[in-house]
């Protein structure tokens, strides 16, 4: 019985300790909610003051290299391909052949008017004796003189197709694609090859309505392949859009001429970095203290040494840790540099320095 008693007494003891225990614990929390509900007076905050200074307007855009000159050789001429002279890949140079068409029957025909307009040349030379003689009258000769115009005419036509059966290479450069081979039949207006032209590039970036204004035809430009970061190659606009795409973007044309080896390809990506106006004066502030997204930039202003009132404000440019503000404040303002993430609208603030 008293072991039964002392067991209800143990059990009493620890029941109403941990009731204790969990009294102290809802007054900790009640305690710590209070607290955490408390607005501190003053937030502590640094602040910095908008400066004037002398901007290096920067753009970069990106882009891709497309060939200096790139065409399609084109036959001039039908026939069966005797032989070819050139293969992918090798350079050529203006006017090189790049294969030949069989001309034979060409040939036969230039040489049956050439042995004909010979004829009539002599007939002319005969007739202009008897005329001379007023053995012959003088109207006679005007059907010769036409029918000799007209085999000179053929005559020429003739070795013009004769021409037109060797392929020349249109223009300097690289034979990318070759389309025919021995024995190939074509005719008029075949695509034969494909020739790309490397010493120069054109890089194509797009500039936004804003930045296109600044860009000027013939400016300097400095390009930076994305496959050789290490190498600045110097470049020079060479035309620019004058209509907007579907994203409101223009077109902008900038001529680089190939390093040496023509390390560079079409199709590769690159950076084209544009200044404008170095001597512009412009208002910065520290990058950081934006409040919000460069889209939508706020900062903060304290104002009566110790209010913070939210600011939207308009960005120029950026420039490494500084951007440049157009509206939105003026020198001498106080703006938060640090601190803002615990700040709304009219806050109180202690500037500390």
């Known amino acids: 019985m008293k072991n039964r008693s002392l067991l209800w007494l143990l059990l009493f003891l620890l029941a109403a300790l941990a009731g204790w225990k969990l009294y102290l614990n809802k007054q900790q929390l009640e305690t710590e909610a209070e607290l955490s509900k408390m607005t501190r007076a003053f937030v502590p905050v640094e602040v910095v003051e908008p400066k004037v200074e002398t901007l290096a307007n920067h753009l970069e855009a990106d882009g891709i290299f497309l060939p200096f000159k790139e065409m399609f050789v084109i036959s001039e001429t039908a026939g069966r391909v005797l032989e070819t002279y050139k293969n992918k890949g090798e350079w050529l140079n203006e006017g090189d052949i790049i294969a030949k068409v069989d001309d ?4 036969i025909e230039l040489e049956a008017t050439q042995a004909n307009l010979a004829k009539l040349r002599k007939d002319r030379e005969r007739l202009t004796n008897l005329i001379e003689g007023e053995a012959a009258p003088k109207n006679k000769i005007e059907d010769l003189e036409l029918g000799i115009l007209t085999a000179e005419a053929k005559e020429k036509g003739l070795k013009k197709q004769i021409s037109n059966t060797s392929i020349k290479a249109p223009m300097t450069g690289t034979l990318g694609m070759r389309f025919i081979e021995r024995g190939s ?29 600044n860009v000027k035809k013939g400016q300097g430009v400095r390009v930076r392949a994305d496959v050789f970061p290490d190498l600045n190659i110097a ?21 680089v001429i190939n390093p040496k080896g023509n390390p560079l390809r079409g199709g590769m990506h690159a950076k084209a970095k544009f200044t404008f106006d170095a001597n512009r004066q412009g208002l910065t502030l520290p990058r950081k203290v934006i409040a919000g997204s460069l889209q939508d930039p706020k900062i903060y202003v304290v104002q009566g040494d110790s209010i913070a009132v939210q600011r939207a404000i308009t960005l120029g440019g950026i420039y490494g840790d500084k951007v440049e503000v157009t509206t939105g404040i003026r020198e001498g303002e106080k703006v938060v540099l640090t601190g803002q993430l615990n700040l709304v609208e009219g806050a109180k603030v202690s500037v500390v320095k």
């Open 104 to 107: 034979e029957l060409l040939r």
């Open 185 to 213: 039949v074509i005719g008029p207006g075949i695509q034969v090859a494909q020739m790309t032209n490397l010493e120069k590039l054109f890089l194509m970036v797009k500039v936004t309505e804003r930045d296109v204004l």
């Open 235 to 255: 470049g020079k606009v060479t035309n620019i859009g004058l209509r907007a795409d579907n994203a409101f973007t223009y077109d902008v044309e900038i001529e």
